[in-house]
């Protein structure tokens, strides 16, 4: 009986930690778009700010074009970078919870085996 436990304690620990290690592939892959998206307004926003206030500048929208003021674009691209350093921290404390959780489940088959074993 005990055997089969342990069996099933096994088999839902791979489970879930195949589980965890794709989460975290695509918490990564995730991380490097936010962070090319962010490099990307980063050089944007430097190559504006070298132009005279007085510049065209304009957004994309969809399909179109639009005409902001270069203050209203370079605010964009701050708020751009602001936020993808948010979404990335909040991804990286997910994976932190994540890789916390497969030790624990580790750590908690491994006190069964032992204890298995001292019986």
Known sequence: ???????????????????????????E???QALKMNI???????KEISSLPEET?????????FLLQPRSDVKTLLLQKQTEGK?????????MQY???SVKETEANLRDMVSHRRDK
């Open 1 to 27: 009986m005990a055997d089969e436990e342990l069996r099933k304690a096994f088999s839902e620990l791979q489970v879930k930690i195949m589980e965890t290690n794709q989460k975290m592939r695509l918490a």
């Open 29 to 31: 892959s995730q991380i």
């Open 39 to 45: 490099a990307h307004a980063q050089l944007t926003e």
């Open 56 to 64: 065209n500048t304009y957004i994309s929208v969809g399909r179109i």
């Open 86 to 94: 948010e979404k990335i921290s909040g991804i990286e404390t997910n």
């Open 98 to 100: 994540w890789e916390k």
